[in-house]
């Protein structure tokens, strides 16, 4: 089995756990796939689908059985995944109203970001708290976001954190930049440009009502440089796809 990249764009893809991979077959026990394959796509034995172990690798796959709960291929090829950005952009993303934030992890999973961070902030509205169903529904949104745009891999979610917490992790892990109204900071451009092109990149945004100035100084302190968009006020939603659309035509990915 080959490595190329010959996927037909028009083959439909789905993302698997790397344990449904067995040799040279694909078994795969799941009631919703088996019914979206067999009822709303009207696949069958013989219609060639890619399925994706979501850790960086594909394989077109030949169906052999479609029902009951179950799926069933031989591999006829297997490949890397492509459409991956060679920087890890993560998101920390101030708490929003639900319909703007799975707006957000949708079109950021488009884009490329890497791992998303809901941040609960002074100013959101959300008090953070997370139910099962909650996540699942976010989750789903990533995934099939991430189908849709050939991604190769699932960008992760992470539970909500602290603003403090969000600091420090995101400053622990390479350059990281403030979206900020405020004056007196530097154009994102201009600090990307400085950089030496980084593995990985932080940017932390906040809610509708914005970061309060405490915020700003919590993040100055810990190293953790604050940038502006220009003179047009963003929405919560809109600033850190911006910015990451920056980002990633900055160092290579969006050319």
Known sequence: MSKRQTTRSNTYRFFVPPTCFRGDRVEIDDPDLARQLAVVLRLGVGDRVVFLDGIGNQSIVVLTEVGKGRVRGQIEQQELAGAEPHL?????????????????????????????????????????????????????????????????RIPQLELPIGFDQACAGAIA?????????????????????????????????????????????????????????????????????AAAAIALYQFGDME
């Open 88 to 152: 890890a952009l993560t998101l920390y993303i101030g708490l929003m109203r639900a319909e703007r934030f799975e707006w957000l992890l949708q079109k950021g999973t488009e884009l490329g970001v890497a791992a998303f961070v809901p941040v609960l902030c002074e100013r959101s509205v959300s008090d953070g708290a997370v139910g099962a169903a909650k996540l699942a529904r976010w989750q789903r949104i990533i995934r099939e976001a991430a189908e849709q745009c050939r991604r190769g």
């Open 173 to 241: 892990n390479g350059p990281a930049l403030l979206l900020w109204e405020g004056q007196g900071v530097q154009a994102i451009g201009a600090v990307l440009r400085a950089l030496t092109a980084p593995v990985g990149l932080s940017l932390l945004s906040g809610p509708e009502g914005g970061l309060s100035d405490a915020e700003y100084s919590q993040a100055q302190a810990h190293g953790i440089v604050a940038v502006t968009l220009g003179p047009r006020t963003l929405r919560a939603e809109t600033a850190p796809l």
